[in-house]
DNA sequence: GTGAAAGCGCTAACAT
DNA sequence: ATGTTAGCGCTTTCAC
């Protein structure tokens, strides 16, 4: 029962493994009648190649790797959704993992992956990781790196990231358009670049309309705990924000909740804005305001080019940097902009 | 560069491969110091089993394959979360792909993770399934087999599901003690044992109730698309519904966001309750009541079980069906139960 | 206590 | 046009 090798091919056929070999794979040499003999044979019998025996000799198991600091996440599934198609598309299997935003676990999935001799591997990396050893590990054992959204700075290798700081600048510049004057900013830790360039968006937009940067609108505050936490202490002192534009949808959907328990109107007496356009920008009351970041469009590319890497097709000798267009959605949780015609 | 093999310190060492490798597993038969010799020489080295070796003599490759309907899915991803920890405290990789609730990919998706010659398989089948051919296949290739949540009644094999009945009966039976009693039932295709069995809690709380069970309440709305709708359809109608009891907490969003639309108020004039209580509960406007899937749990108790199939340490003999308890979170989108005292 | 040889399933170089 | 041989890295008889 266990399935049929090349060898019972060739013994069932009076022939040697490697003309069975070649038959299966019309090889010119071999003759018409022999591969319609063997396939037709192996297609009755239902011989199935056997994978691990072609990854021996390779040592490669067209296996490509992906590290997500989390799995239960909308903008890293979407990721992972088109990282997926991608990979499927080309006949590459995905080995997923996730660091659950923790350094040592972040370490311990890039051992397992290396231990599984993938060809490839993305990454996104855990808000905790300040080392970069494990990165370099990758690299020195050959394989294919390619950071993507939360790259790290520290190695230097394939990346694909989103325009942070344009999706942040046109956002903040819309809120301001819209009236609004204290716009929060709630980042995540200085280690983030994608948080350290939605910054520099941020300040760039206020900048531009001559508005005073004050440190007391900007704080970290990228998790729901958090939110829950340093958003009704921001409502209760001054300067009083008038917006809140958030590292991602769900502290925004939590910005929202807080605001309208402490009596403040949304979008009327304080606008939010969102980071990803996540599902829950439909469900939220006033609907959500968000930067789209076209996560699977992100995937996609982020997989063709290490795919492309392994198999030697990109042209570009260097380092690659791809950056993915963000977009401003708008929708009910931020006031409109007055037009004058 | 290419990583260090067992021959190679067999030869910088004078030994035999053989040697070596029972060296490095410290084989009662050879001495304290040659083993401590190799031991070290392949800590130095960096030596790292060839695993795909490893695989082809033993033609398994320690990798379980999950098919899931979609990753970006709240439910789905939870479970994910918590195959990935099983698995991988147990050493084995994990293959994920997902049929995008279609059939055909779902049949790919199979022979994929055959080809892959992985151990075993965890599936939650799509809503287009009615097949069952590559199911059987999988069963017939010797690869244990493992549904869960939405399992396929046409094949023998191991599952793990949550309660249904008893989630939907125990969420219905506080909508009628609320005061409701036009409650709707909004499921999903007839071939999905989940929504069958929730449809028999459903009709059976009713029943308890003695209320007549309507046809007209009880409509396919398994998706946003349909929602809008089927709702808006359902809130114009005869009978008029005063409580929603949803296949998914998208689909009970939604109804929230359409019933405010029209003018009703929740969870005054009309309740709604949702399925899986997944983040999106805490941000809609009222918060969602739900049902709990405990999709983490179920995760981890499938990844087990299979797990424990593929080892031989399950005990029991015949197909097992593991029943993960459901959980009713009460939060705002229903009316509260007076209690007289 | 250690080594030699065979084999997992496949392919490719080298015959014939 | 087909067969023989060797080898990918490892383990496991079977010898010594």
Redesign the interface.
């Known amino acids: 029962?266990?399935?049929i090798t090349l060898k019972d091919i060739a013994k069932a056929l009076n022939l040697s493994p490697s003309t069975v070999s070649r038959a299966m794979r019309n090889h010119p040499a071999i003759s018409k009648e022999t591969c319609r003999a063997v396939q037709e044979y192996a297609e009755e019998h239902r011989y199935?190649p056997?994978?691990?025996?072609l990854?021996?000799r390779t040592?490669k198991?067209n296996t490509i790797g992906v590290i997500v600091p989390e799995?239960?996440?909308?903008f890293f599934?979407?990721v992972?959704?088109g990282i997926?198609q991608e990979a499927?598309s080309e006949g590459y299997?995905?080995?997923?993992?996730?660091s659950n935003e923790d350094y040592e676990r972040e370490v311990k999935s890039v051992e397992?992956l290396?231990?599984?001799?993938v060809c490839g591997i993305l990454i996104s990396q855990s808000k905790t990781t300040l080392k970069f050893d494990h990165f370099q590990d990758i690299i020195d054992?050959?394989v294919n790196l390619l950071f993507f959204d939360r790259i790290c700075t520290g190695i230097n290798t394939d990346k694909v990231v989103v325009d942070d700081y344009t999706g942040a600048f046109t956002a903040v510049e819309y809120l301001i358009e819209s009236g609004c004057r204290n716009i929060a900013f709630l980042g995540s830790v200085p280690s983030m670049p994608i948080s350290n360039n939605r910054r520099m968006g941020y300040e760039d937009a206020l900048r531009k309309y001559k508005i005073a940067i004050n440190k007391n609108l900007i704080e970290v505050c990228d998790t729901?705990d958090l939110a829950k936490v340093v958003i009704p202490e921001m409502l209760k002192h001054d300067p009083l924000p008038d917006a809140f534009f958030c590292i991602n949808d769900?502290v925004a959907?939590?910005c929202?909740?807080i605001a309208?328990s402490m009596g403040f109107k949304v979008p009327e007496d304080i606008s939010v804005c969102g980071f990803t356009n996540s599902?829950?920008t439909?469900?939220?009351?006033p609907r959500l305001t968000s930067v789209d970041q076209h996560g699977f469009e992100m995937g996609k590319v982020a997989a063709r080019l290490l795919i492309n890497r392994i198999e030697g097709k990109e042209k570009k000798e260097g380092v690659v940097s791809r950056v993915i267009k963000t977009e401003l959605v708008i929708k009910e949780s931020t006031k409109l902009v007055q037009t004058f015609a």
């Open positions: 029962m266990g399935q199935k056997n994978r691990l025996a990854q021996l040592n198991n799995i239960v996440h909308y599934s979407t992972l959704d997926q499927e299997n995905l080995l997923i993992s996730h397992t290396l231990d599984a001799r054992n050959n729901v769900e959907a939590y929202i909740q309208k599902y829950i439909e469900v939220t009351y």
